[in-house]
């Protein structure tokens, strides 16, 4: 123990540097278990042994800095795990318990246009209707919506409501978790809506709110199409206007993270207003002489980039990089040298403390992974002495930009795909490449011309710009495109176990916040993981939390729906959680079934084992002795009714009763059948059904 004790000693001696950043780790790690966990017994179990560790660590070595470092590291983690349990709690609302009709007067909280869906989506507080949740999401068809809809007018609307649906599928998205953290207790589409009374006085909230929706409407009368859909989305965050194909393409070809206003966006913006307040000011002798230009520059870019997060919805990607921006700015005006690791460690604390949610999200995710891996990547000093500037000619200094375009997108990608992995079941292959083209692109061109479009618009001399945008912009999607349709773009997986993802992250971790030899420890959780994923199969059937989709796996590695007029989002929501990309067949057409308009019967074989799945596909009444005999034959049924107590297969019967508790299912067959549950991977969280 002397021994080890003195080893470990030397190791956080020499990264005594780097121990800050592992703080928000440990709150991050509290957090994600409490996401990970099931129920309130495991929650308080991680609480204790966060503490035993932590006091174990004292105890041991509470005049070392490893036994220290390890304390403090166990106390974050618990704070995390508490924190999130205790803002859990706080936000908690009412729910609605079931689906049904509901008429109400209510307050408008925000608007928001989706043109690629012809909709509008609003977040309401009702105001005469004390039996519904204090805040719903209702959706508008655009040939319904009313003039003057905007945050702060009172309408009346009436509206087909149904409680937050949790994921439908293990591993698909899980609506109900983001409602419960934003308070929304109910979702569902208006018939009728009327204007009781137009937006009066309003908060600060409303009124930016009120701007953002104001500027993209504006783009969007200038730009049409997929290029106004992203303008809007570059100067508002709004990407409701982005049609589902080139949003696919944008995720396909690894260009998505320029949808999301983030670090590359609010740098740019922060960079431009310096430069233009720079040189402004330097016109002017007596201001270059007598005062500070680049505390004045820095404080403008300041006030630029808050503006520009406020403007965009102020989500954690922009809420990070603004942190990390006026840290920076700070440090400027100071006259010291940021570390740009210790600054996105500030930025990460930060969000996890105001939004501890947030880590459970793609978004924070994707934003951290990507700028950690790039730090990462630059700190290191081979890389760093590689790409250097130094005295060269053009032809070598592009060469070297070249190539360190080239090694950044290379480390984001191989940064991001797991994540990509684990919350969408894909990942682009030639995002590296498109990247080299696309951020320059988006930063040098297609920014600058947007921002001059729109102050030339107040003088009525913008077209010539919005004309230099959108051609731009088109250069940007035909790219996204190109790429996402080349062959092998693209890498599917099915839904991938928490454990498995849990170990990439952990390894990556290890890999970027470490500076010693010891770093290439991380590779082996990270190899492990990847052999674990790649060696998950696709699941044989998966189910719906409802009973009325079903996908079966055929014998050529494609999938078979139950009903072939299921829509769009059904089926790309089974493909993705089955990592399967192409045409959904139907069960009706497989040579092994046989279906009539009410119940249709498939054979599977697997591992040399027959499997007779049965399942309903319509409201109408069976009668019971055939379906007694149906049920008796088969070993999976399945069904969206409540089947008579004569229905006895072989091994599973899902019917509603079964799903209600369950939710929708992922079934593996084989020598040893494995059925993966929604309500095991979601747990007994106050959002999900079993609570």
């Not at 009702?126 to 040939?143: C, F, G, Q, S």
Request: glycine fraction near 10%; aromatic fraction near 8%.
């Amino acid at each position: 123990m002397a021994r080890l004790g003195e080893r470990l000693e030397a190791r956080f001696d020499a990264e005594r540097d780097q121990l800050p950043l592992w703080l928000p780790v440990g709150l991050g790690l509290g957090i994600g278990a409490w996401f990970a966990l099931p129920d309130g017994r495991a929650w308080i179990a991680f609480l204790l042994a966060a503490a035993a560790a932590m006091l174990g660590f004292l105890a041991l070595g509470a005049s070392t800095r490893w036994g220290r470092a390890l304390a403090i590291f166990c106390l974050a983690a618990a704070l995390g795990c508490a924190h999130i349990w205790w803002k859990a709690e706080r936000v908690a609302a009412p729910t609605l318990e079931y689906a049904r009709m509901a008429e109400f007067t209510a307050a408008i909280d925000s608007f928001q246009r989706l043109p690629a869906r012809d909709s509008v989506r609003l977040v309401v507080r009702p105001l005469d209707a004390p039996n519904l949740p204090p805040k719903l999401r209702v959706n508008i068809d655009e040939e319904d919506a009313v003039p003057s809809l905007q945050p702060g007018a009172t309408v009346r609307i009436r509206a087909w409501m149904m409680p937050p649906p949790p994921m439908a599928v293990p591993g698909a998205y899980d609506f109900a978790r983001h409602a419960w953290f934003q308070r929304i207790g109910g979702t569902g589409r208006a018939l009728e809506v009327e204007l009781v009374a137009p937006a009066g006085g309003q908060d600060w909230r409303a009124r930016i709110a009120g701007w953002r929706q104001s500027l993209a409407d504006h783009i969007q009368s200038r730009l049409s199409g997929g290029e106004g859909g992203i303008a809007t989305a570059l100067a508002t965050g709004d990407q409701g206007a982005i049609s589902e194909e080139d949003a696919e393409a944008m995720r396909r070809s690894g260009l998505a993270h320029l949808l999301s206003v983030s670090g590359l966006h609010l740098t740019a913006v922060v960079g431009a207003v310096m430069l233009l307040t720079l040189k402004l000011l330097a016109l002017s002798p007596t201001l270059a002489l007598r005062c500070r230009l680049t505390l004045v520059a820095a404080a403008a870019g300041a006030v630029a980039g808050i503006a520009y997060t406020l403007l965009t919805g102020a989500e954690v990607p922009t809420v990070r990089a603004c942190v990390a921006a006026l840290l920076i700015l700070a440090g400027v005006a100071l006259g010291r040298d940021a570390f740009t690791m210790r600054l996105l460690a500030v930025g990460a604390l930060i969000v996890l403390l105001l939004w501890p949610e947030s880590l459970a999200g793609p978004s924070f995710q994707l934003s951290f992974a990507a700028i950690a891996s790039i730090v990462a990547l630059h700190e290191h000093p081979r890389i760093k002495a590689l790409l250097s500037r130094r005295e060269e000619g053009f032809a070598q200094k592009f060469g070297r930009f070249l190539l360190a375009l080239i090694l950044t997108g290379l480390a984001v990608e191989i940064a991001l795909a797991p994540i990509a992995l684990y919350h969408f079941h894909k990942a682009g292959f030639y995002g590296a490449l498109a990247n080299i083209v696309a951020i320059p692109l988006t930063t040098f061109v297609v920014m600058p011309l947007e921002a001059l479009a729109l102050l030339f618009d107040l003088a009525g001399l913008g077209a010539p710009f919005w004309w230099l945008t959108g051609q731009s912009l088109s250069l940007l999607l035909g790219l996204a495109h190109a790429v996402a349709e080349t062959p092998g773009a693209v890498a599917l997986l099915p839904t991938m176990p928490t454990g498995t993802f849990a170990l990439v992250v952990a390894g990556g971790l290890w890999i970027c916040l470490w500076k010693t030899r010891w770093r290439r420890w991380g590779l082996a959780p990270v190899l492990l993981g990847a052999i674990w994923a790649l060696s998950t199969p696709a699941p044989d059937i998966v189910v719906t939390g409802d009973g009325r989709h079903l996908a079966i796996r055929t014998g050529e590695g494609g999938f078979a729906l139950l009903r072939d007029r299921a829509g769009d989002y059904v089926r790309d929501m089974l493909s993705e959680t089955s990592g399967y990309e192409g045409d959904l067949a139907a069960i009706q057409d497989l040579p092994t079934a046989a279906c009539s308009r009410d119940m249709c019967a498939a054979d599977i074989v697997r591992d040399g084992r027959r499997w007779r799945v049965l399942a309903t596909r319509s409201r109408r009444f069976v009668d019971f002795a055939p379906l007694s005999r149906a049920c008796a034959s088969a070993d999976i049924v399945v069904s969206d009714r409540t089947l008579p107590r004569t229905c006895i297969p072989h091994w599973l019967k899902a019917d509603r009763a079964f799903l209600r508790h369950t939710g929708g299912l992922a079934i593996t067959l084989g020598d040893q059948p494995r059925v993966a549950t929604v309500t095991a991977r979601a747990g007994r969280h106050p959002w999900s059904a079993g609570e």
